[in-house]
């Protein structure tokens, strides 16, 4: 049975672990990010995320192997907005073993109750284009696109 849980020091290890394949797999998706083994600090950076207020890092472990995370924030609302202050949805990743089973809608459900505590909005993310399965999440958690980033590769 998964159990969904705010993520703690004691954490970091497996989390980085979980962090490094999310990150390969973008690679892998489009080679315009960079693989994990090119990350630097990376345990350093999780340590400092666990430490900030305006982040929140849910996991979601089977028997204490942690099979997914969340990472979320709350950021000032960009000047086009009236919105104070927004959500952000900045990482989510489930093992490729442990996906299909509702493991990252659970994480974000429990993400909504950090949100309203912190009296967030609305909530954005970034996805790439080439992650159908992150897409196809996303969508059917109600998330709408309301602009489009592009790149040009020079």
Known sequence: M??????SEKDIGQLVG?????????HELDAYYKPADK??????????WLKN???????????????????VGVEEGPLYTEAKKIGVVHDIFVQSGH???????????????WFAVKKVKNIE?????????????????????YKRRMRLDI
């Open 18 to 26: 979980l962090m490094k394949s999310m990150i390969d797999y973008h």
């Open 39 to 48: 990350y630097v600090g990376l345990e350093d950076e999780v340590a400092a």
């Open 125 to 145: 993310l970034d996805v790439s284009i080439k992650n159908d399965n992150a897409i196809q999440l996303w969508d059917g958690l109600g998330f709408k696109d």
């Open 2 to 7: 998964t159990n969904i849980r705010n993520a």
């Open 99 to 113: 996906r299909q089973k509702g493991i990252a809608k659970e994480l974000f459900q429990e993400s909504l109750k």
């Open 53 to 71: 207020q305006d982040i929140n890092i849910l996991i979601a472990e089977d028997d204490g192997v942690l099979t997914g995370y969340l990472r």
